[in-house]
Nanobody
Framework: QVQVVESGGGLVQAGGALRLSCVAS????????MAWYRQAPGKQRELVSS???????YYVDSVKGRFTISRDNAKNTVYLQMDSLKREDTAVYYC??????????????????WGQGTQVTVSS
């Protein structure tokens, strides 16, 4: 069993900051990429940021310069520091981890695991 759990969402005023955390636990052999997605009401889920095991990062254009993704491989944890928040950042934020499980062998491709989501609300 593998579990992915997010925390750190909440209500913040525009211009404020929040830090999201996501921890993967369970029968984990290794974690490839970790990422944050978000879904606003009436919109499709979008990739916000991702980070590989080697530290390569990606940001969607709308958050560049404001959000910072980081990862602690020893703790199977990924963070998303969100600064200068805007109303349009309001969404449910989901953590995604691409994980190789223990005992399945290296020929078994990794699988996607998702957290339950954490609400981020930015008020004006």
């Amino acid at each position: 069993q593998v579990q992915v759990v997010e925390s750190g969402g909440g209500l913040v005023q525009a211009g404020g900051a929040l830090r999201l955390s996501c921890v993967a636990s369970g029968s984990i052999f290794s974690i490839d990429s970790m990422a944050w997605y978000r879904q606003a009401p009436g919109k499709q889920r979008e990739l916000v940021s991702s980070i590989t095991g080697g530290g390569s990062v990606y940001y969607v254009d709308s958050v560049k310069g404001r959000f910072t993704i980081s990862r602690d491989n020893a703790k199977n944890t990924v963070y998303l520091q969100m600064d200068s928040l805007k109303r349009e950042d309001t969404a449910v934020y989901y953590c995604n981890a691409v994980i190789r499980r223990l005992g399945l062998g290296l020929r078994t491709p990794p699988s996607d695991y998702w957290g339950q989501g954490t609400q981020v609300t930015v008020s004006s």
